[in-house]
């Protein structure tokens, strides 16, 4: 878990950012303050992971608290309404920086960075659990959790995946890429067989000619990949 502090002047922008982090479950909010003084305080007191830190703020500003250097180094994200501050955010090595008003995808796209470098400097890998049999997505402004052994097969379609499951009559449609999808389900259980399609492996109901007959759907596979799906129905005969 990403301990995480907010620092901005403004309250509606300090509650948007907590909405935000309150919606990505490897984030966990530890305080919320109007200024670098306030922060400052909370830093002496309490482990901080991440700083989402806006610029321009009354007394000494952000780019002051971060040239002076920040207790315990915590990564930072800028998070402001001035564009022409980030060639100097990342002259002070900021992880990210964010221009107001941030859509959640860019948001969650900042906390992903921030949980990649968190692993590796703490040489983590994910924790084994009841959740590495799902995973997260942002579908319609919400993440939302799919578990694996629920999905029947994945379409691609340019920026975006169709992700179909066994319980669900509608598929969830997130803004991520088919390669994206790929390299998160475990080869095992899923293959690509198709530029557009993923599917997984136990739902396959049949097969006939080049084409994948699953529960509720038949999808085209290509013959590229038919020397690895015939391998594992040789180990399923």
Same mark, same amino acid.
């Given at each position: #878990?990403?301990?995480?502090?907010?620092?901005?002047?403004?309250?509606?922008? !300090?509650?948007?950012?907590?909405?935000?982090?309150?919606?990505?479950?490897?984030?966990?909010?530890?305080?919320?303050?109007?200024?670098?003084?306030?922060?400052?305080?909370? #830093?002496?007191?309490?482990?901080?992971?991440?700083?989402?830190?806006?610029?321009?703020?009354?007394?000494?500003?952000?780019?002051?608290?971060?040239?002076?250097?920040?207790?315990?180094?915590?990564?930072?994200? #800028? $998070?402001?309404?001035?564009?022409?501050?980030?060639?100097?955010?990342? =002259?002070?090595?900021?992880?990210?920086?964010?221009?107001?008003?941030? %859509?959640?995808?860019?948001?969650? @796209?900042? %906390?992903?960075?921030? /949980?990649?470098?968190?692993?590796?400097? =703490?040489?983590?890998?994910?924790?084994?659990?009841?959740?590495? =049999?799902?995973?997260?997505?942002?579908?319609?402004? +919400?993440? $939302? !959790?799919?578990? #694996?052994?629920?999905?029947?097969?994945?379409?691609?379609? @340019?920026?975006? $995946?169709?992700?179909?499951?066994?319980?669900?009559?509608?598929?969830?449609?997130?803004?991520?890429?088919?390669?994206? /999808?790929?390299?998160?389900?475990?080869?095992?259980?899923?293959?690509?067989?198709? !530029?557009?399609?993923?599917? %997984?492996?136990?739902?396959? $109901? +049949?097969?006939?000619?080049?084409?994948?007959?699953?529960?509720?759907?038949?999808?085209?596979?290509?013959?590229?990949?038919?020397?690895?799906?015939?391998?594992?129905?040789?180990?399923?005969?």
């Amino acid at each position: #878990m990403i301990r995480c502090l907010i620092v901005d002047d403004e309250h509606f922008a !300090r509650e948007l950012i907590a909405d935000n982090i309150g919606m990505i479950p490897f984030l966990e909010l530890v305080a919320s303050c109007k200024n670098v003084e306030e922060a400052m305080r909370v #830093m002496a007191s309490e482990q901080i992971d991440l700083v989402f830190l806006d610029i321009q703020m009354p007394g000494l500003s952000g780019i002051q608290w971060l040239s002076a250097g920040l207790i315990n180094s915590p990564m930072v994200v #800028m $998070v402001t309404a001035y564009e022409n501050y980030a060639l100097e955010g990342f =002259n002070l090595n900021v992880l990210d920086y964010l221009v107001k008003p941030v %859509a959640f995808d860019r948001f969650l @796209k900042a %906390a992903n960075k921030a /949980m990649e470098l968190y692993l590796l400097k =703490n040489k983590q890998v994910a924790a084994p659990s009841s959740d590495t =049999n799902s995973l997260f997505v942002n579908s319609d402004y +919400s993440l $939302v !959790r799919i578990s #694996m052994d629920n999905i029947t097969h994945i379409e691609g379609l @340019k920026d975006y $995946v169709k992700i179909f499951q066994l319980s669900n009559d509608k598929p969830i449609i997130p803004r991520l890429t088919l390669h994206y /999808m790929e390299s998160k389900l475990p080869a095992s259980s899923f293959l690509r067989v198709h !530029r557009s399609y993923i599917v %997984a492996l136990d739902k396959i $109901v +049949s097969i006939k000619r080049n084409r994948l007959y699953l529960p509720d759907a038949d999808i085209p596979f290509t013959d590229n990949y038919r020397p690895v799906l015939m391998e594992y129905i040789g180990q399923h005969s």
